[in-house]
């Protein structure tokens, strides 16, 4: 299963760092990533990353957050920076994961973490 973590109540301009380890019988992670839902609309792509560190952001967020990952931890973190309220969401990491013992990778979601950008 995937764990995220970080989501919270922030100022517009503000900051916040959300985390996703994953855990279970894993042989290997390969993308990794976040999507995000705002009350009322369809989840979206928000940042990808390759297991070798290729990113790929949406244009909402690019110069804004950064997305990285940790290898040896099976985790991935979500940098936001200037944060405005249309960030508002549940944010949802995303993982292709290739478990012990099973031939392919499949993709699996996190439970999903609220951040409220508000003042």
């Known amino acids: 299963p995937l764990q995220a973590s970080g989501g919270g109540l922030v100022q517009p301009g503000g900051s916040l760092r959300l985390s996703c380890a994953a855990s279970g019988s894993i042989f290997r992670i390969y993308d990794m990533g976040w999507y995000r839902q705002a009350p009322g609309k369809q989840r979206m792509f928000v940042a990808r990353i390759t297991r070798d560190g290729s990113t790929n952001y949406a244009d909402s967020v690019k110069g804004r957050f950064t997305v990285s990952r940790d290898n040896a931890k099976n985790t991935v973190y979500l940098e936001m920076n200037s944060l405005e309220s249309e960030d508002t969401a549940v944010y949802y990491c995303?993982?292709?994961?290739?478990?012990?013992?099973?031939?392919?990778?499949?993709?699996?979601w996190g439970q999903g973490t609220l951040v409220t950008v508000s003042s």
């Open positions: 995303n993982c292709n994961v290739r478990q012990i013992g099973v031939l392919r990778p499949n993709d699996y």
